[in-house]
């Protein structure tokens, strides 16, 4: 295993590329399981989840090569409808294959997901729009077991807003005969880019982006030919933090400005300044950061993927910010290593309540999950002294080597073995 090592304080000056987004690649890799033939996509990053998701795709048979950002999936060969335990486990966004199995196949068995670092995540709301378009699902052994007989389009209303819920059924929906209209959609980029993906695969889909999605079924679909994945707006904003830690002076290319309203309407709120230049957006920290308050919510409100960063400015900000999250409401795993660096945190109900300190100093921490590990991370960066983040593999799922992009502009930042 390995460890990060972060000599902290350092000021950041210079240019960082954002790599393809995770939770865009990760439902257009399973849409392939929707047709029968070479599928190829670029701007695809190198991380653990992508790699899981072809372990995945090449247990259900298909053929799957990686280089340099480019993937091909050859679905031609798919001949097992069954995810396995072993690396659901490892992954929830294995969950993205139910849909598209039960399309091609008329059944899957995928395994039920586990506990998860960041809270209770069931999936009712997918087995849900499983059932009312056709679907009949049990759960057995820990499986969920889905048989369809004949599927077909109607109206699915979500109770809630679920990213992977909405992309579930769009994959489903886009085979079934007739009309399906999402209720309730979630309204995320990476909904668009996967409805971006389907259509031209052949897929007649209406209305991503906003809360009422209709997908009218069509026979078949086609392979994707070189469809390049969105930027990922989650290590773009991850990056806007890094800019507005210790002075820096950031300019973040590949990224998409529109998708990243809300994080930088609070990052303006706490004096940090930001500029959009085309694609690129230059963020540079003051000397003195305010205490803002901000709750998660889903797009286009506050992400909850970048609420634990967020929370690294508050820390060492002036005065006292309240930090509720709404979506996974137990999402607060990063804040008792922030402790241990000096930084002043309470927990009430599912909302932080941070009271800005002049300095947090360095400490040995663990990473709990994803985005836990990359607020540990830039924890490091702006914590005085010496900070070592050990379960870093965590880290590794989600972003493409966060390391060397930070030291690549000033970043005192390495790996060790632990
Ligand atoms: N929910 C239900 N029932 C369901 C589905 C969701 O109650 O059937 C609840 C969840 O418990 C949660 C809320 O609905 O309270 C929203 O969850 P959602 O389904 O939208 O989350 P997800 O689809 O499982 C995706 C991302 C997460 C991101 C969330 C929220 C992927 C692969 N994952 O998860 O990303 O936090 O949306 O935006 O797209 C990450 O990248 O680190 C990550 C966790």
């Not at 077909?152 to 819920?165: I, N, R």
């Amino acid at each position: 295993m390995e460890k990060i090592v972060i000599e902290g304080k350092n000021r950041l000056s210079g240019e960082v590329s954002v790599g393809g987004a995770k939770n865009a690649v990760l439902p257009i890799m399973a849409a392939c399981i929707l047709n029968d033939g070479e599928n190829t996509i670029s701007n695809v990053p190198d991380l653990a989840d992508v790699r899981t998701m072809m372990k995945l795709l090449e247990t259900l048979g298909a053929r799957c090569e990686y280089t340099d950002g480019e993937l091909l999936v050859d679905s031609s060969t798919i001949n097992r409808y069954k995810a396995p335990y072993d690396l659901v486990k490892t992954m929830r966004a294995s969950v993205l294959v139910l849909g598209p199995l039960v399309a091609r196949f008329k059944k899957a068995e995928v395994s039920l997901p586990g506990g998860c670092a960041i809270g209770e995540r069931p999936i009712d709301q997918h087995i849900k729009g499983l059932r009312i378009l056709g679907t009949s699902v049990q759960l057995e052994d820990g499986y969920v077991s889905a048989v369809a007989e004949k599927l077909e389009g109607t109206t699915v209303p979500f109770d809630l807003s679920t990213v992977t819920g909405t992309e579930n059924i769009m994959l489903l929906a886009s085979v079934c005969e007739g009309e399906t209209v999402i209720l309730n959609a979630a309204c995320e980029p990476e909904v668009v880019d996967l409805a971006n993906a389907l259509n031209l695969m052949g897929a007649r889909i209406e209305g991503a982006g906003t809360d009422i999605i209709t997908i009218t079924g069509v026979s078949s679909l086609g392979p994707l030919e070189g469809y390049s994945v969105m930027p990922d707006r989650i290590e773009a904003g991850t990056l806007m933090i890094a800019g507005a830690l210790n002075e820096s002076d950031l300019l973040i290319r590949n990224c998409r400005f529109e998708h990243l309203g809300a994080l930088t309407g609070k990052l303006l709120q706490t004096g940090t300044k930001i500029e959009k230049n085309g694609n690129s957006i230059r963020v540079r920290g003051t000397g003195e950061i305010k205490s803002i308050d901000f709750s998660t919510l889903p797009y286009p409100g506050f992400p909850t993927d970048m609420q634990a960063q967020m929370m690294i400015l508050m820390c060492v900000a002036d005065g006292m910010s309240v930090i509720t999250e709404n979506i996974f409401p137990q999402r607060f795993m990063h804040t008792a290593e922030l402790r241990r660096m000096g930084a002043d945190i309470k927990l009430v109900g599912n909302s932080a309540v941070v009271r800005g300190v002049p300095e947090i100093r360095g400490a040995p921490i663990m990473a709990s999950d994803l985005r836990a590990s990359a607020s540990l991370v830039l924890a490091g960066l702006c914590g005085a002294g010496r900070t070592e983040v050990s379960r870093i593999y965590h880290l590794d799922r989600g972003y493409e080597k966060l390391d060397e992009k930070l030291q690549s502009v000033g970043a005192s930042i390495w790996r060790e073995k632990e």
